[in-house]
């Protein structure tokens, strides 16, 4: 087997997960996930660890979905499983992007409502998200197999230390200043960041972080004003969106179009009143990822880009005790920050042109 | 997908575990059994079950035990897991049956040891066992791929309604009876079946029955006498095995030989003291087994054979709250019965060359 997928599987237990001895681990495993989820129980086995492995197949869910009436319970037997269990490391890696293509948004959404203390009780643990690199995910991104390989590992194989201490001066900044504006090509945007905590997101539970890769520094906005085009591409919900711009006003979009997808865009908008203010504002900073690759665990955490999501804050941006923005809905969008583009925290310039300057 | 995958699906849901609305099922999922395991969530999905999947791969568990040190512990979170679940459906079907062979023997039953609170809650669900045909297990039975299919499907799309009455008669001769002999070729053997019940294995939790296929009827037999050749070959962890002769006084073995693997035949007989009895006389009855494949859930189901297994004994069989034979082996061993063969219980022909006198 491949020598990098020991790598990755080593630098998920160890950097990622923190895994020790006697830890109860929950392994996830994609149907193309294979061979990193034996490298992952090699590196389990050493470490002490217990583990159970599962199988999230979304053609299984399909035929679930498509096959029940639509009404879901929460599963005992499940959350029995995550709420004894210390660590989720959860391996993505089909052999189709698109395998839930046919089943209806409604069925989908009832059948995750119905699983919030599940999905809460994973949340409790130390868990990781990764992908094996699989031709399904190559194909996404219009890569051939084995460059996509190239660009994974890349990824996912970082001195994970030493950005996690070049984004520790990143946090810095904006967790001492008030007010970001962000300027590029079609973009004149501000947001209030005072008060907020901006998130290390160094790959690593230690970091409150838990992508991998990942490699973005992230923070909760609020109050923003002006306008903003979102120019790389993307998916979402199975459907192709470009060229999206929108007007905010007092914190809140007043107005969007999108040379591709506005329909998308206009549904996501519809979904709550939180899903029309930002949750999110991200700064990609890992190097690795050179390219937009169309899986956003990815594509969010691109060098020379900056993204912001509509909807759902997460609580570690906040002061202790408060909650921030609150939607059904996060999604990110993203800003290629790589030219003519000037990212300012209280009047400083911070980036230019995706290069930092502090 | 082939048809056969979803009658398969319906009946091991239906017919063998009797699922139900609300009940929370484990999926085990072997790495070559997907297809099966499709068309299993649509079946639960109609039927209202909440489904988790597992995944069940030799490759994972070799990583993970050549690995470890050898010292294990009672995973709390698999055991919570199967605690709160009513159904688990195991789909065996990997792409090597020999994927555990450089696994030492001692760390497998080390592990196994560390694991028993979860096999016991394990059983105390509604637990059925199937295989999905793949390409690995028709290699394993010296068949092409689709002969293979044919083989498998004839098997397990039975009529059981049907052969579980037939069985039942077969049931009710050995409950009434005291003495059981078995004349064959290199056979001729007495075991008391007094006061003992026997199962109608009829392939549904309904009849006590957690295999499918299943076809069988068997008993616990004690004070066996006399000697035994069993003359259909096969694999015992791992070797190949052929021509066992055992001989037995006062319900013991008191000498054995093979023509082939006589030390896995000496080292079983060592493994305790309930290993040199018997735990098992079973009697096939699926007609859909008409050739031996070297899977012993589908071999000791085969038509026109008796086997006999060295070790535990199954409680069913017992009078209430009495156990049988206590071994950690239970290893089971085929006559084949089609000709110049008699099953007497007490002293009355029930089966002469394969076929029931009832």
């Keep these: 087997m491949d020598e990098r997928v020991y790598d990755h599987a080593e630098t998920l237990v160890d950097w990622s997960a923190r895994v020790e001895e006697g830890d ?50 929460a599963p005992d037997h499940e959350l ?16 189709n992007t698109n395998a839930m293509a046919d089943v209806p948004g409604e069925r989908r959404q009832s059948y995750r409502s119905a699983r919030t203390d599940v999905r809460e009780a994973r949340y409790d643990t130390r868990w990781v998200s990764t992908y094996h690199p699989t031709r399904s995910l190559a194909q996404q991104a219009d890569m051939a197999y084995e460059e996509y390989r190239e660009f994974a590992y890349d990824a996912i194989l970082r001195d994970w230390d030493s950005l996690a201490d070049e984004m520790a001066e990143v946090k810095a ?12 090509a079609g973009t004149d945007l501000t947001m209030s960041i005072e008060d907020r905590t901006a998130v290390n997101s160094a790959a ?42 929108l007007e905010f006003e007092d914190g809140e979009v007043v107005s969007h179009e999108a040379d591709r997808g506005e329909d998308v865009i206009a549904d996501l908008l519809e979904t709550d009143e939180g899903a029309r203010r930002l949750g999110e504002l991200g700064i990609g900073m890992n190097r690795g990822i050179d390219r937009y690759t169309d899986t956003i665990l990815f594509d969010e955490k691109m060098a020379e880009t900056v993204h912001l999501a509509l909807g759902r804050a997460y609580d570690a941006c906040l002061p202790e005790g408060q909650s921030g923005n609150e939607s ?23 980036q230019r042109d995706g290069e930092f300057l502090l």
Tied chains: 1, 2.
């Design 328 to 350: 059904a809905i996060h999604t990110d969008m993203l800003i290629d920050t790589s030219e003519d583009s000037v990212l300012e925290v209280d009047g400083e310039v911070v």
């Design 204 to 245: 690593s539970v230690a970091y409150d972080s838990h992508n991998l890769p990942s490699g973005e520094v992230f923070t909760a906005p609020e109050a923003t004003e002006g306008e903003v085009l979102f120019d790389i591409p993307m998916t979402i919900d199975g459907e192709a969106v470009k060229g999206v711009r």
């Design 173 to 184: 900044v904006l967790d001492e200043g008030s007010e970001v504006r962000i300027e590029s």
């Design 24 to 73: 109860d681990v929950v392994l996830s495993v994609g149907p193309a996930a294979h061979d990193l989820a034996v490298a992952v129980a090699e590196a389990l086995g050493e470490r002490g660890a217990n583990l159970l492995a599962t199988y999230s197949s979304e053609e299984l869910r399909r035929a679930y979905l498509r096959a029940s009436e639509g009404e879901f319970e």
């Design 80 to 95: 029995a499983l995550y709420e004894a269990a210390d660590v989720v490391l959860s391996l993505g890696g089909g052999r």
